[in-house]
T-cell receptor, first 114, second 115 residues
Framework: DTAVSQTPKYLVTQMGNDKSIKCEQN?????MYWYKQDSKKFLKIMFS???????INETVPNRFSPKSPDKAHLNLHINSLELGDSAVYFC?????????????FGAGSRLTVL | QQQVKQSPQSLIVQKGGISIINCAYE??????FPWYQQFPGKGPALLIA?????SEKKEGRFTISFNKSAKQFSLHIMDSQPGDSATYFC??????????????FGKGTHLIIQP
């Protein structure tokens, strides 16, 4: 069973379109994240939700809107896509307040904006 | 701004050699230092981690050395194998924007082990 699963794995779209990426975790973790990995492999946190509540919102354009319907799901909706949004988006989860607080990542969703 | 500086950006090591990746941090409030390994097309996966009250941690061929006074830590891969070829990220746990805890990542090291 995949612990953190993301769909779709690949997404190719035109500038100006709106797209969504979905994430689900079956680890029972309370916290979920979205990270963006650019072409240089740099990993940058975008959002974090703890038990459906937004707790981290780094400097991200408001075209990006996360939504957590329950603590096992965290979706990312992107409006008016731009060329610079092309990247790999990783969902991750963790259990806070534990000794390890280890992040478990999904396999990533590669977004290409043409 | 919290930062974790990682070097080198890329590294080529012969099979059987020792791979060494270095990281430095600024925020003394960081309390946990994991290393992640990422293969092409996959998400990063936890490799090994250390707490700042420990100077070294070893798991198989992977060792973290931690120097709290210098605010530096490094990953050593002994007897490097072609299967170790991947991108490695160091990270540090601390307060991010909004006051919540999270990981700040280094920029990654692309490691190639030549047969």
């Amino acid at each position: 069973d995949t612990a953190v699963s993301q769909t779709p794995k690949y997404l190719v779209t035109q500038m100006g379109n709106d797209k969504s990426i979905k994430c689900e975790q079956n680890l029972g973790h309370d916290t979920m994240y979205w990270y963006k990995q650019d072409s240089k492999k740099f990993l940058k946190i975008m959002f974090s939700y703890n038990n459906k509540e937004l707790i981290i919102n780094e400097t991200v354009p408001n075209r990006f809107s996360p939504k957590s319907p329950d603590k096992a799901h965290l979706n990312l909706h992107i409006n008016s896509l731009e060329l610079g949004d092309s990247a790999v988006y990783f969902c991750a989860s963790s259990q806070p307040y534990t000794r390890a607080n280890v992040l478990t990542f999904g396999a990533g969703s590669r977004l290409t904006v043409l | 701004q919290q930062q974790v500086k990682q070097s080198p950006q890329s590294l080529i090591v012969q099979k059987g050699g020792i791979s060494i990746i270095n990281c430095a941090y600024e925020n003394t409030a960081f309390d946990y230092f994991p290393w992640y390994q990422q293969f092409p097309g996959k998400g990063p996966a936890l490799l090994i981690a250390i707490r700042p009250d420990v100077s070294e941690k070893k798991e198989g061929r992977f060792t973290i050395s931690f120097n709290k006074s210098a605010k530096q830590f490094s990953l050593h891969i002994m007897d490097s194998q072609p299967g170790d070829s991947a991108t490695y990220f160091c990270a540090a746990r601390g307060r991010l924007g909004g006051g919540a805890d999270g990981l700040t990542f280094g920029k990654g090291t692309h490691l190639i082990i030549q047969p």
